[in-house]
Structures are given as C-alpha cells and as structure tokens.
Nanobody
C-alpha cells in the first residue's frame, strides 16, 4: 500500500553528521507513524527512533539520545533522521519503516512497511 525509499547514507568520520531521508509513495505519510531501525551483519535489527503521525511525540533508543533527531514533513511526504556526533558503533544499514497506529513503537514487528535500507559507515 505504501512504498518507502531511504537516501542520504554514506561514509563519514567519527564526529561527523548525516541526514537520512525517507520518501513515501502516494502522499500517504500523514497517515503513518514512522520509525528508523538499523542492522549490522550477524546482529538483530534494532530500534533507533520513532515519531507519531503529527510529529508531536518522538522516542529514541538510549544509544542515540542527544545525538539523533527524527522529524517529518508531511507536505513533502518525507521523514528524516538527522544524525550528529556519529560514532563507529553507529555503522549499520538504516531502514525506514511505517505503521498505521497513532502510538509510538520500537518493536520492528509492529511495522508492516519497510524501505530497502541505506548504508551508513562511520570510520574510526
């Protein structure tokens, strides 16, 4: 019902910044709560950040609090993840996800819609 496309990943040095974008098809973003997750080889996909449909409420994993900011622009049909003060342990494939619920969730099982992911590599 909705297609998601991540962009903005790349290679940065420790302490640098990246801004990830998640574009949704069909101008449906306003009907979805959004989340960002990340995954490294050999490990489970983990929660990073989430935001409600209106953008009023957000939630973050403890590992990224104070460094990452999730936002959305429903007029642009796009969600964002601003990543500052990047660390080597932030290296992962980052995935955008969407769900219909009005509630926040950090559980990947709650998200039926997923993008293909974008690689973020932080060099040490």
């Amino acid at each position: 019902q909705v297609q998601l496309l991540e962009s903005g990943g790349g290679l940065v040095q420790t302490g640098g910044s990246l801004r990830l974008s998640c574009a949704a098809s069909g101008r449906t973003l306003s009907t979805k709560a959004m989340g960002w997750f990340r995954q490294v080889p050999g490990k489970e996909r983990e929660f990073v950040a989430s935001i409600t449909k209106s953008g009023i409420s957000t939630d973050y994993a403890d590992s990224v609090k104070g460094r990452f900011t999730i936002t959305r622009n429903n007029a642009e049909n796009t969600a964002y993840l601003q990543m500052n003060s990047l660390k080597p342990e932030d290296t992962a494939v980052y995935y955008c996800a969407a769900r219909n619920s009005v509630y926040l969730s950090g559980n990947l099982k709650d998200y039926p819609y997923w993008g293909q992911g974008t690689q973020v590599t932080v060099s040490s």
